[in-house]
């Protein structure tokens, strides 16, 4: 049977977060202000920017976290530069994983996108347009608009129709009309696709992610009828080791790895307990505080992404990493050409033209731990003072 490529329309998905949203909205146009006011404060200290939290979904600044500079730097260069190929983040429980990746977002500048479109697509990319877009860029010029960079959540039991989309064979047999509902995969394009307990995740999610980091495309197929889009992402995970390991084949296609745990510096714990307590009491104000931080973050992120084209890596320095690669025994080429776009963009954020040592040690670091070559008598443990005794 011949597959037909499908043109027919999307059905348009109301995201539960949106329904809620509106419906706030509409009661408030339609309640006097006098009595609005008091119901958002209630008499009570603070009530008010709780409120306004809940109902506007105020994030924890990413500023604002308390060490964990390892995580931190590894989600900005993968914001930086997105082809470096996504994050695993190991570690015990409230470490601010989940902290980190969702208020990543906040810090990142907007991208341009196709106005209407369900898919995100890249206006400058008319190789990589879903069918929709194609159609209206062929009866004239695509309209535009810029919006926030959106961070969207893979739960570990997602159905496989949730996540890659699903075709409405019903209405294809009925009447020949061809509904594509469009998945996590679609909702994912050009954002950050994060994955809690990601070592958890049933092999046929598995499969669909490893299918679109490879091709940079998610295509369903049903009864002869398939639909495709762009579905490039950056992938961030994370989980905890003791709840057991990740599918070699997944943990291959994720960049860095970075593992992280507890502070143990008495000082930064009383920092994290204070501001967990002001973010709680007032959540406005306290992104207040960190707006200008939150701010010159967002700007070294912007400033890096237009000096990364220029930076150079010299033939020296690509010796470097072969030999640590060589040395620390991993399988395959993905390490090398990992660490040097890794090592580029880092000297990118730093403002520097040139990568330099300090660039490949920051990105083998977090390379190498999890591509190390493992056998029967060696627990394939990585020494960073292994790694910087071989490049000074």
């Known amino acids: 049977m011949a597959i037909l490529r499908i ?31 008091k119901s958002a404060t209630d008499g009570r200290p603070g009530s008010f920017s709780l409120s306004l939290a809940r109902s506007r979904r105020l994030l924890y600044p990413f500023a604002a976290i308390v060490g964990q500079e390892k995580m931190k730097r590894a989600l900005i260069l993968n914001a930086i530069n997105p082809s470096i190929g996504g994050v695993l983040i190991r570690g015990q429980k409230g470490t601010a994983k989940s902290t980190a990746v969702r208020g990543l977002a906040e810090v990142l500048p907007g991208i341009e ?53 699903s075709l409405d064979m019903e209405r294809a047999l009925r009447g020949g009309e061809r509904a594509f509902e469009p998945g996590i995969l679609a909702e994912a394009n050009r954002g950050i696709l994060y994955v809690d307990e990601i070592n958890l995740l049933d092999d046929y999610v598995v499969d669909a992610l490893l299918d679109a980091a490879a091709m940079g495309m998610n295509t369903v197929e049903r009864e002869g009828v398939s639909a495709s889009h762009p579905a490039s992402f950056i992938i961030v995970g994370s989980m905890n080791p003791e709840e057991g390991e990740l599918r070699p084949q997944l943990l291959d296609r994720i960049a860095l790895q970075v593992e992280v745990e507890g502070i143990s510096d008495v000082e930064q714990r009383i920092e994290i307990i204070e501001r967990r307590n002001s973010f709680a009491s007032d959540p406005a104000k306290f992104r207040e505080e960190f707006k200008a931080e939150s701010e010159r973050l ?49 000297a990118a954020f730093e403002g520097r033209e040139r990568v330099g040592t300090a660039d490949i040690l920051a990105a083998a670091e977090m390379v190498l731990p999890h591509r190390m070559r493992k056998t029967p008598f060696d627990d394939g443990e990585f020494s960073p003072e292994r790694l910087r005794s071989m490049v000074t």
């Not at 329309?9 to 006011?37: L, Y």
């Not at 190789?127 to 062929?138: H, S, V």
């Open 113 to 165: 996108v196709v106005t209407g479109c369900r898919f995100g697509c890249d206006p400058k990319d008319a190789e990589n347009l879903c069918w929709e877009c194609a159609e209206r860029l062929d009866e004239g010029v695509l309209p535009t608009e810029v919006r926030p960079m959106r961070v969207v959540d893979l739960p570990v039991g997602a159905t496989e129709d949730r996540v890659v989309g």
């Open 7 to 37: 043109t027919g329309v999307i059905r348009e998905r109301r995201s539960f977060e949106q329904a809620p949203e509106r419906a706030s909205e509409k009661t408030a146009d339609s309640s006097p202000a006098p009595q609005k006011e």
């Open 298 to 346: 967002r700007s070294r992120i912007l400033t890096a992404k237009k000096l990364l084209p220029k930076i150079a890596t010299s033939r020296g320095e690509l010796r470097k990493i072969a030999m640590i690669c060589v040395e620390f025994g991993v399988d395959g080429h993905r390490a090398d050409i990992m660490i040097e776009r890794a090592a580029r963009t880092n």
